[in-house]
């Protein structure tokens, strides 16, 4: 353990910009926690700290699911006076390997992982467990899985798995579909594969899949060439929100508003979209980013400690739609 001075004044600081706690049980009402929007990922000197400082690197800051599972880890982290070194890679793999480096050279205890590609994070991986440095592996797996501690997500296999029922109701003499994923995200493979699982033997034909990166802008694009190849398109199957809103985009621009479209994720920008009039978004598996920080923060602290804690866990996933997003809210993350 490495501990460091902490100063009064510091402690103050921290008491000052702690974030609300958020409330529990996932998938009811009561759950709809206000997502925030101050920017919390400003870094402080460790050296000002005593206790453990971890390291935060997710896939990219510019996604609100990452942005949101950040704050949590960081309030969790400040209730017990632990510091958090927070670096965004912006979907690049090569800067997270570097970054992560600086994170070994700025003496973190423990990081907080998940990878912009599963395989291509190995290096750093490797690199951390010469260093003594235990990996919390969040959201999306490495695919090198005895390189990390624990892994904490939520069940994707059932979140897209949900997806795709509701599409054998609403389409039940099968269609013509697409899928937009990313196959350098694990939690994405996931994800289309339940999907997919739910709709076998349903009379579903995939037109055309597309690797869009995880990224809304890219989805929207793809979408619009995809439309313009395809004059019958019954549904499409995204790996998370942001590309589901890209779709959204390219469909209502091209006034084809008859197809569906799946995301996961449970987002506060989908739920908006699913609760305006006429929208071709049919509904999300959704998730919490606010329980998988918490939980991560427990797992990471049991780790340093030397106590007890489970390898893999998995949150619940449910699904949202047209009909119980008033329920959910719009305004922040279950």
Request: proline share 4%; charged share 25%; with cysteine.
């Amino acid at each position: 353990m490495k501990k460091r001075i902490l100063s009064v004044l510091f402690a103050a600081l921290l008491a000052s910009v702690m974030l609300a706690g958020c409330k529990k049980n996932v998938g009811t009402p009561e759950d709809n926690a206000v997502q925030e929007t101050e920017d919390d990922t400003e870094e402080e000197d460790p050296d000002a700290y005593d206790g453990y400082t971890f390291g935060y690197s997710c896939i990219d800051m510019g996604n609100p699911y990452f942005d949101t599972l950040q704050k949590s880890i960081e309030t969790s982290l400040k209730e017990k006076e632990f510091h958090l070194i927070t670096k965004d890679p912006g979907s690049d793999a090569a800067l997270q390997n570097q970054q992560i480096q600086e994170m070994i050279d700025e003496g973190v205890d423990a990081v907080f992982l998940c990878p912009v590609d599963w395989e291509q994070i190995t290096p750093a991986l490797e690199a951390l467990k010469e260093a003594n440095i235990p990996v919390i592996n969040i959201d999306t797996q490495v695919k090198e899985t005895d390189l990390v501690a624990a892994y904490i997500g939520s069940d994707n296999k059932n979140a897209g798995a949900l997806c795709g029922e509701d599409l054998v109701k609403q389409r039940p003499d099968g269609g013509k579909i697409v899928i937009l994923e990313c196959p350098s995200m694990n939690s994405i493979n996931e994800r289309i594969t339940g999907f997919e699982g739910a709709i076998a033997n349903s009379g579903f034909e995939v037109l055309a899949r597309a690797d869009v990166k995880g990224k809304m802008e890219t989805a929207q694009e793809e979408m619009k060439k995809i439309l313009a190849k395809n004059p019958q398109i019954d549904a499409v199957m995204c790996g998370n929100d942001q590309i589901a809103l890209g779709a959204v985009k390219a469909i209502e621009e091209a006034g084809r508003k008859e197809i569906l479209v799946y995301g996961v994720d449970g987002s506060p920008g989908v739920k908006s979209e699913l609760s305006k009039p006429g929208t071709s978004m049919e509904g999300t598996g959704a998730q919490s980013p606010i329980n998988i920080g918490k939980k991560a923060v427990e797992i990471g602290i049991a780790i340093l400690e030397g106590d007890s804690y489970e390898k893999e866990t998995y949150e619940e996933t449910f699904f949202i739609n047209k009909e119980n997003v008033e329920m959910y809210g719009t305004d922040g993350w279950q």
